[in-house]
């Protein structure tokens, strides 16, 4: 298979421009490419690892990346798929942001890493909107669908977040003038902006650049992939423990095993037909251990797989989300002050409903109590180890 053919084989492509020029392209020789990830929390989440392995992925097919982190981009803050308007973050909160992504990229690419603030703080805005907004059409603008949604709700768009999609079409024109990037790759959501970039480098230097869009991946069941009862599933280990990434890619749906293995690991397509054609038990846990090593190292994802079986035999592991609390405690603030309930009310309900236990001991009333320090489960897929306060 051609790289084209190899990505869309792994899951990678949902839209692109002309597929017979961005094949031939990619078939030519190295193509510079780049993906953006804007600083808007501290950490990557679930949802980025599909650019990341993306990005992976075209460098391993012997392809030029380039990352960029969206200093500049993230002072005005991306409008794609949102009801209102992003709260507009402290430029030391994205600077701190920025540092955070910059370090997690780090170990997954070996991608150069620029930031869109050196080409987008220092512009003359005058002349910006003579050379470059200049170029947009505002009604093909208010065509897009989340510009339609908005407006059709009567939710508004303020004048600064219509500036974003010509903020991210111009990181196109800059790099590719500087290092003579020919594609850019991002999420399907971000479709409108990459081609309002493709089109623009067109119009303005009349040379040929390509998009390619992944897909936004849901779940078997219908549900937006990454998001799980205690939120986001961040990448940043002080943000979600090891053990909990590790636990959320074994409660995979057994019909999403094979797409994430394929997605996101580096296993060939041969290894991945033999692992989902076995039992899916195992296959979940290579999956797990996978994505784990990837993105926390190969100790932390032995120690989470080792804590997992622990678990599941019934005893505890160090290597387990861990809470801290003296003793006696009712059970019902264990589970809130765990995360394991969002409320108490939520954790009532969760042992009323008969999915609480201690142990093996299933918890059958509201006000009981541990007494000593144990693992405690809500439901058979969400632990914590509740131990004695230090000292």
């Not at 650049?209 to 936004?216: G, I, K, W």
């Not at 995979?252 to 296993?267: C, G, H, P, Q, S």
């Not at 290894?271 to 054609?277: G, K, L, N, R, T």
């Not at 100790?299 to 609390?325: E, I, K, L, N, Q």
């Amino acid at each position: 298979m051609n790289t084209f053919e190899q990505l869309r084989a792994r899951g990678f492509v949902h839209q692109h421009t002309d597929e017979h020029a961005l094949s031939r392209a990619l078939e030519a020789g190295p193509v510079t490419f780049y993906i953006g990830f804007d600083p808007s929390a501290p950490s990557l989440h679930v949802g980025h690892l599909v650019q990341v392995m993306a990005m992976t992925w075209l460098e391993k097919l012997g392809h030029r990346p380039i990352a960029v982190v969206g200093g500049g981009t993230m002072m005005v803050g991306d409008p794609t798929g949102r009801d209102a308007m992003r709260d507009l973050l402290d430029t030391e909160v994205i600077e701190r942001n920025k540092a955070a992504l910059a370090r997690q990229l780090s170990r997954f690419v070996s991608a150069p890493l620029y930031d869109n603030a050196e080409w987008l703080l220092p512009l003359n805005y005058v002349q910006f909107l003579r050379d470059i907004g200049s170029r947009f059409s505002v009604n093909r603008m208010l065509s897009t669908e989340g510009v339609k949604q908005r407006l059709e709700r009567n939710q508004g768009l303020s004048f600064i977040e219509f500036n974003y999609p010509l903020m991210q079409a111009y990181d196109y024109l800059q790099l590719y003038r500087r290092f003579g990037c020919t594609l850019q790759v991002g999420g399907g959501d971000q479709w409108f902006n990459i081609v309002s970039g493709v089109d623009l480098v067109r119009r303005v230097e009349g040379a040929e650049v390509h998009a390619l869009t992944t897909p936004l991946l849901t779940t078997a069941s219908g549900a937006k992939m990454g998001k799980t009862a205690g939120g986001a599933v961040w990448v940043d280990g002080a943000m979600l423990a090891p053990y909990d990434f590790y636990q959320y890619w074994v409660n995979a749906d057994d019909r999403d095993v094979k797409r994430f293995l394929l997605l996101f690991t580096t296993l060939s397509d041969d290894e991945v037909d033999a692992i989902a054609a076995g039992d899916v038990r195992e296959a979940k846990r290579r999956l797990a251990w996978e994505v784990s090593a990837r993105v926390h190292g190969v100790a932390a994802a032995h120690a989470a797989a080792d804590a997992a079986r622990v678990a599941f035999a019934g005893g505890v592991s160090d290597a387990m989300p861990t809470w801290h609390t003296s003793f006696p405690v009712k059970v019902v603030d264990a589970l809130v002050g765990s995360g394991l309930a969002k409320s108490r009310s939520d954790a009532r309900r969760l042992i009323e409903q008969g999915g609480v236990t201690v142990g093996e001991a299933k918890v059958g009333d509201v006000a009981a109590e541990l007494d000593a320090p144990g693992v405690l489960w809500a439901g058979k897929k969400r632990a914590v180890r509740v131990a004695a306060e230090p000292g």
